[in-house]
């Protein structure tokens, strides 16, 4: 993705990990981490948040996923946790934050809400996003399904909710705005 992004030009780009960011102590004014907090060692993150920003700065904290709402198919969701999650191995994620009981000694949470939309998209479409899911990876990785098994399930399960052509489906998830003390 890097070397893409950098292929693109308009920005500078750094690989590193969510807990040793590769970049100056207070030298940012905006850190946003999208669809990947579950991954990192919550602590240790915001530690590191905290020394990249600025007195003052943003760490935006979001989440999108799968909300299994679709105008044609009030059992999609239902489909999708009973039959295809059920059948995966669950990986470890740490939740975000729950803005009720948030407390940090570096930031202040200012502000959060749930974000959502409507993306169009086609059965095909769908069965690639659950096959790139971390559960159905570890699962093909793992040996218990092929890929071909897996789309044929996906194909077949979701045949009868989701006819052909394209479809629009929920996606959704929470966003919060931090801001460090300091």
């Known amino acids: 993705m890097v070397a893409e992004a950098a292929r693109l030009g308009g920005a500078l780009y750094a690989r590193g990990s969510a807990e040793a960011i590769p970049i100056r102590s207070e030298s940012i004014d905006l850190l946003a981490i999208g669809c990947a907090y579950h991954w990192c060692?919550?602590?240790?993150?915001?530690?590191?948040?905290?020394?990249?920003?600025?007195?003052?700065?943003?760490?935006?904290?979001?989440?999108?996923?799968?909300?299994g709402q679709t105008p044609r198919s009030s059992a999609l969701l239902d489909w999708v946790v009973s039959k295809h999650w059920a059948r995966l191995p669950r990986t470890p994620r740490h939740?975000?934050?729950?803005?009720?009981?948030?407390?940090?000694?570096?930031?202040?949470?200012?502000?959060?809400?749930?974000?959502?939309?409507?993306?169009?998209m086609s059965r095909d479409g769908l069965v690639t996003y659950f096959t790139t899911q971390s559960g159905a990876v570890a699962a093909i990785e793992n040996g218990q399904f092929s890929l071909e098994e897996m789309e044929e399930f996906l194909h077949q399960g979701l045949g009868e909710l989701l006819p052909s052509g394209i479809d629009e489906i929920r996606f959704g998830g929470p966003v919060l705005y931090l801001r460090r003390g300091g």
């Open 41 to 67: 060692e919550p602590d240790a993150f915001l530690r590191e948040a905290a020394r990249v920003l600025r007195p003052g700065a943003w760490l935006i904290v979001y989440d999108n996923g799968f909300l």
């Open 95 to 120: 939740r975000l934050p729950e803005p009720a009981t948030f407390s940090h000694e570096s930031f202040s949470l200012v502000g959060n809400e749930f974000v959502e939309e409507w993306v169009p």
